[in-house]
């Protein structure tokens, strides 16, 4: 299995401010024969299922704002929220979807200093 | 719009086997090349895949379940179940039923979830 790892377990960052979120794979979620990398990152409101953001390390969903950015590739990923927002309250899981079993990080809360 | 709903018991026996069906609306559950998953979250925990469905009956599974796993597919029904058998107090957890593309050899995420259900393992 692929273990996906993530740091900070919590941050708290001021209204306006950068959030850096970082995840780790245990193994490459790099295909190299699209040279795609097979990493989503989801956001968790509480009551609330995960919310997918960004697939393929870096594309952002139809209607995410662009605050959201990732980036990254083989084994290291970051998420960015570049001017946090008081909605962006919120668990942020990465997950690898290279290979079954597919395995989430283990979330990192992010709040509002 | 795609819409994903879970139901089942909120409450099973230790020893049971739990039982849930996922309800898709808004779309085919044979269309296109999409599967259709099982995901759980403990209470206050992260997320675990549990296992997924394509319309044929073709099943992925997470090897930390798949002795005690069944995922099927109803297409006439336009909905999808999971059953987990032999629960103990660890299989308490928020169920999600999610969608997401792919096969084999190339995945995608998941893109569409239901709203989750709790399931209790309890006596």
């Known amino acids: 299995d692929i273990v996906m790892t993530q740091s900070p377990d919590s941050l708290a960052v001021s209204l306006g401010e950068r959030a850096t979120i970082n995840c780790k794979s245990s193994q490459t979620v790099l295909y190299s024969s699209n040279n795609k990398n097979y990493l989503a990152w989801y956001q968790q409101k509480p009551g609330q299922p995960p919310k997918l953001l960004i697939s393929w390390a870096s594309t952002r969903e139809s ?31 990465c997950q690898q979807y290279y290979s079954t079993p597919f395995t989430f990080g283990p979330g990192t809360k992010v709040d509002i200093k | 719009q795609l819409q994903l709903q879970e139901s089942g018991p909120g409450l099973v026996k230790p020893s049971e086997t739990l039982s849930l069906t996922c309800s898709v609306s808004g779309d085919s559950i044979d269309s296109n090349n999409y599967y259709w998953g099982w995901i759980r979250q403990p209470p206050g925990k992260g997320l675990e895949w549990i296992g997924s469905v394509f319309h044929s009956g073709s099943t992925y599974s997470n090897p930390s379940l798949k002795s005690r796993v069944t995922i099927s597919v109803l297409t006439s029904e336009n909905h999808f179940s999971l059953r987990l058998s032999s629960v103990t107090a660890a299989d308490t957890a928020v169920y999600y039923c999610a969608r997401h593309r792919g096969d084999s050899s190339d995945w995608l995420p998941f893109d569409y979830w239901g709203q989750g259900t709790l399931v209790t393992v309890s006596s």
């Open chain 1, 63 to 93: 209607g995410v704002p662009d605050r959201f950015s990732g980036s990254g590739s083989g084994t290291d990923f970051t998420l960015t929220i570049s001017s946090l927002q008081a909605e962006d309250v919120a668990v942020y899981y």
